[in-house]
């Protein structure tokens, strides 16, 4: 069964970092986009970040840019978000999901697995 698992989720003072990672078993990783998404209570789940390795392309939603860095390693089929300068609005359960189309689309309805979350939260 695919079976995707976030970690590296906790508390953290503003301007921390943390660092999620995804571990996936996919048969055929290297042919999904890897994607990040949010959710905070009450809010719609937002895009954070995507890793199209078919496309060789890295998108960013516009409120985490230049703080996030996804990362992607295929040999141990784990995707991984680098949080820096995180904000209180970073606050979310975060979810790692797998885009079959391997576009890396910005929708989550899009993407076909889902991992279970990993809470993050930001103090101020």
């Known amino acids: 069964q695919v079976q995707l698992v976030e970690s590296g989720g906790g508390l953290v003072q503003a301007g921390g970092s943390l660092r999620l990672s995804c571990a996936a078993s996919?048969?055929?990783?290297?042919?999904?986009?890897m994607g990040w998404f949010r959710q905070a209570p009450g809010k719609e789940r937002e895009f954070v970040a995507a890793?199209?390795?078919?496309?060789?392309?890295?998108y960013y939603a516009d409120s985490v840019k230049g703080r996030f860095t996804i990362s992607r390693d295929n040999a141990k089929n784990t995707v991984y978000l680098q949080m820096n300068s995180l904000k209180p609005e970073d606050t979310a359960v975060y979810y790692c999901?797998?885009?079959?189309?391997?576009?890396?689309?910005?929708?989550?309805?899009?993407?076909?697995?889902w991992g279970q979350g990993t809470q993050v939260t930001v103090s101020s």
């Open positions: 890793f199209s390795w078919s496309a060789g392309r890295i």
């Open positions: 999901a797998a885009d079959p189309s391997g576009l890396g689309q910005q929708t989550p309805w899009k993407y076909t697995y």
């Open positions: 996919l048969s055929t990783f290297r042919s999904y986009a």
